[in-house]
């Protein structure tokens, strides 16, 4: 171990390992410093949809950061092949957010004239269409909107080939070291306290997911983030029951690889608890059963939960904090920080290099900003 960093990150989930990925290949010095395991929490619980318009939707920073990261994908997979020999399992198969109202059709379908008018790619289709393209659906689903251009990974071999791709990079990863306090000095961050022992460094980027607001607070910087609880479980088919990803208001069901399908996911806004209930999975089991009644026959797989970053104004925080020199936060990404994981591993990597980040990232997402709570 060093004595002194160029960059010290707390978090070994898929947002510190995609900055430490990010620095390493500007040639940084840097050590990742996690308290658990690498992908131990929120990173390997998530499905991997690369929602861009499926869950983001309307037309903002949060939109078009989505979108930018999602367009990050093709080569960061072949890159993360080449230097780790993980197969990232990233597919642009498309999701289907099908509509059970009419209400819902009407909502989707204006939706889609919405995100066309911006120049995106998404298309209305009829049941008939819907089951020549995925004829395992049930025929009760009214239509549904189809964005090609999403898609999906497989989230812990990202976040596993991100933090592999680092090391070899010369990135050091301590897991079970826990960051207690930050080393102030005259107004700048000198490095941190850990279970370990001092570490220092020139930077720290605080990525610790729904852990962050707490360990932040101990710097007197306030963020206004909650934990947001997801369950989830996965099956297995002999061969594989759908191509696209289903999206309903109750569920999704993701294919991967092999016949595999997961299914998600509960929310329950205020839990840090990890814990998998039988209301959360029997939810999930009968809303999925009627969107796919095939679903019946699959095989059980496994089941587990995860907790999302979620912020009061629901907005990411991403920069440096402006009294406290040298200290960079990057959370908050909820539902979304497997798709946004490639852009904010290089935002902050440029903040970190001194390098000007472009367009409007830097006013959307300002970690001293005062929230706003999102209904
Ligand atoms: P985490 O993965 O939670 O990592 C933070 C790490 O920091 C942890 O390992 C923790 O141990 C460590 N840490 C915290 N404090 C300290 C400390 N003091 N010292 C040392 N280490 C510390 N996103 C998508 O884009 N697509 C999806 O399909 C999707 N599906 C999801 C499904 C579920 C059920 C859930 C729960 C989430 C899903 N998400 C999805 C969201 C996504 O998983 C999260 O936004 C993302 O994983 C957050 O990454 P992170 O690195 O910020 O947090
Ligand atoms: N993005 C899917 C989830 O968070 O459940």
């Known amino acids: 171990m060093r004595a002194h960093y160029d960059v010290i990150v707390i978090g070994a989930g898929i947002i510190g390992c995609s900055i430490a990925y990010n620095l390493s290949k500007r040639g940084k010095s840097v050590v990742v410093l996690e308290k658990g395991s690498i992908a131990g929490k929120a990173s390997s619980a998530a499905a991997g949809m690369l929602g861009a318009q499926t869950e983001l939707e309307e037309d903002s920073p ?11 994908f093709p080569d960061l997979a072949a890159e993360l092949k080449t230097l780790t020999g993980i197969d990232i399992e990233y597919e642009q198969n498309g999701i289907y957010k099908v509509a059970g109202t009419e ?11 919405a995100q066309n008018q ?6 209305w289709v009829t049941t008939e269409q819907l089951q020549k393209r995925e004829p395992a659906l049930t025929t009760d689903v009214l239509g549904a909107m189809n964005i090609p251009n999403d ?3 497989s989230a812990p071999k990202l976040t596993k080939a991100l933090a592999q791709a680092a090391m070899t990079l010369g990135v050091e990863i301590r897991e079970f070291t826990e960051v207690h306090r930050f080393v102030k000095e005259a107004g ?10 001092l570490i220092s460094a020139a930077h720290v980027v605080v990525a610790g997911g729904a852990w962050s607001e707490n360990l932040l607070k101990e710097a007197d910087v306030n963020l206004e983030t909650y934990p947001v609880k997801g369950e989830c479980f996965s099956v297995k088919t002999r061969k594989r ?26 929310e329950r806004p205020g839990l840090f608890d990890e814990t998998v209930t039988f209301e ?4 999930l089991m009968e809303a999925a059963k009627k969107v796919l009644p095939g679903l019946g026959e699959a095989e059980w797989e496994k089941a587990w939960a995860g907790i999302r970053p ?9 920069g440096e904090h402006p009294e406290l020199k040298n200290l960079f936060v990057a959370t908050g990404h909820y539902r979304n920080g497997i798709l946004l994981a490639p852009v904010t591993g290089k935002i902050m990597a440029d903040l970190i290099d001194g390098i000007a980040v472009g367009k409007d990232w830097m006013s959307a997402f300002p970690i001293n900003r005062k929230s706003v709570k999102v209904q």
């Open 62 to 72: 949060l939109f078009r950061l989505g979108k930018e990261s999602r367009a990050m």
């Open 103 to 113: 209400d819902q059709v009407a909502r989707l379908q204006s939706l889609i004239k």
């Open 118 to 123: 911006l120049g995106e790619e998404a298309f």
């Open 151 to 153: 898609g999906q990974v």
């Open 188 to 197: 700048e961050i000198k490095g941190v306290d850990t279970n370990i022992g």
């Open 241 to 266: 029951l759908i191509n696209g990803t289903i999206f309903s208001e109750d569920c999704y069901i993701v294919p991967k690889a092999g016949g595999r399908l997961i299914i998600g996911a509960t």
């Open 280 to 283: 959360g999975i029997s939810l």
């Open 310 to 318: 979620q912020t009061k104004d629901a907005l990411p925080y991403l």
